[in-house]
């Protein structure tokens, strides 16, 4: 099987939905790569804000959503985990870095845009708390920005075509707590059902592909997760006993 998972798994942990009333659409707080690049107000802003907010989302634990799909692992039957999310909290449930595919990356990462050094969130955050207000470089005294899909950007080709042979390749591709209207990640359980897959929807709200689905489940994710972890867990009991 394969997960496929949007903003509504996180929110069970106190993240904002991306577009939800504390998210950044609600907050006018959209970075765009061409106002980071040459914006140096903007970029201050940017910082600050994710100076007071960083904390707060690495402070986040995983739900039970989380939890269930790590254990779908564990018990060896994951493929990979699909993500819209740039939070993080699959890793720190106990996916492994190779399961997870982050199609719009991650928010744990800082890299300069001029000679693509990287840095941990961490990092950065202990330089902005020191009082930088546009942290730089130090290596060639670039720009930095987060290692998310900002606005005026391509998904990552290479996590992209990873997600692809993912969705052709799975049995199954649960999809948890997404609208899925953002394409081309929304695409993604759609190229998987015509490869043969079954297609589980788990989302509170209606979906454009839902009519896809052979399964559809109007309920919370870590309910409706932690409920499917159950049924396999009894499953592979009665294998062993057999």
């Known amino acids: 099987m394969s997960v496929f998972t949007g903003a509504g798994i996180s929110t ?13 659409w609600a907050r006018q707080a959209i970075p765009h790569i061409d ?6 107000e903007a970029r201050v802003e940017h910082w600050q804000d994710r100076r007071h907010r960083y904390p707060e989302m690495t402070a986040r634990i995983p739900n039970a959503g989380h939890e269930a799909i790590a254990g779908f692992e564990a018990a060896g039957r994951l493929l990979a985990v699909i993500t819209q999310n740039i939070d993080g909290p699959h890793q720190k449930a106990g996916n492994s870095d190779d399961r997870v595919i982050e199609l719009h990356g991650s928010t744990h990462v800082i890299r300069c845009t001029r000679c ?17 207000e ?40 649960l999809v948890v ?27 509170q ?6 009519d896809l689905a052979d399964v559809r489940v109007g309920a919370s994710a870590g309910e409706a997760l932690s409920g499917i972890a159950k049924r396999v867990s009894m499953e592979d009991r009665q294998v062993d006993d057999d």
């Open 12 to 24: 069970e942990s106190g993240i904002p939905d991306y577009r939800g009333p504390n998210g950044v």
């Open 35 to 40: 106002t980071i690049r040459t914006d140096r």
């Open 116 to 132: 693509g050094r990287s840095w941990s969130g961490e990092e950065i955050q202990r330089r902005l708390e020191a009082g930088e």
């Open 134 to 173: 546009d942290p730089r470089c130090q290596v060639c005294g670039g720009v930095l920005r987060t290692g998310t899909v900002l606005f005026g950007e391509a998904l990552p080709e290479r996590a992209l075509r990873t997600a692809h042979a993912v969705a052709q390749a799975t049995d199954l591709m």
């Open 177 to 203: 707590g997404s609208s899925l209207v953002v394409n081309p990640a929304a695409r993604l359980p759609v190229i998987a059902k015509d490869a043969g897959a079954r297609l589980v929807i788990i989302n």
């Open 205 to 210: 709200s209606s979906t454009p592909i839902d």
